[in-house]
């Protein structure tokens, strides 16, 4: 009769052990790296669509207002905070507009490090 030890067994067992836990870590990982993806694709686009808006408001030979705002926004199944700040440049015809986007926690609470950062300029046409 002829099969396997419990000594092989065992050692196939360890082995099997060592490799389940080493898949199941990377597989976390790649988990949390997919979500913070997502997040900031999500925030990029959150970017570029107010840098648009921001140009397609301005009637011709328009500049925007320099300053600072806040706006909430909503864009799948989550909120964000899109912050715009416009400063006037060296060239009269310019300004310079930088955008944050920092995500809204389920408990309001805002994310302290923006997920995306988007800087254009805006200048009469």
């Known amino acids: 009769m002829k099969g396997f030890t419990l000594l092989e067994i065992l050692v196939a067992m360890a082995i099997f052990s060592v ?4 898949v199941y870590g990377r597989a976390g990982d790649v988990i949390m790296q997919t979500g913070s993806l997502e997040a900031r694709t999500f925030a990029t686009w ?3 669509n ?3 808006r921001l140009q397609l408001e301005l009637a011709p ?3 925007p207002a320099t300053g600072h705002s806040v706006e909430s926004v909503s864009m799948a199944g989550r909120d964000w905070e899109l912050v715009t ?3 006037a440049t060296s060239a009269a015809g310019l300004r310079r507009v930088e955008i944050r986007v920092h995500s ?6 805002r994310s302290s490090d ?3 950062r988007l800087t254009g300029f ?4």
């Open 104 to 109: 809204i926690a389920e408990q309001g609470e």
């Open 46 to 48: 959150i970017a570029q």
């Open 19 to 22: 490799v389940a836990v080493t």
């Open 61 to 63: 030979g328009e500049l």
């Open 85 to 87: 700040e416009i400063t």
């Open 114 to 116: 923006a997920v995306a």
């Open 50 to 52: 107010g840098l648009t």
């Open 122 to 125: 805006v200048g009469r046409y």
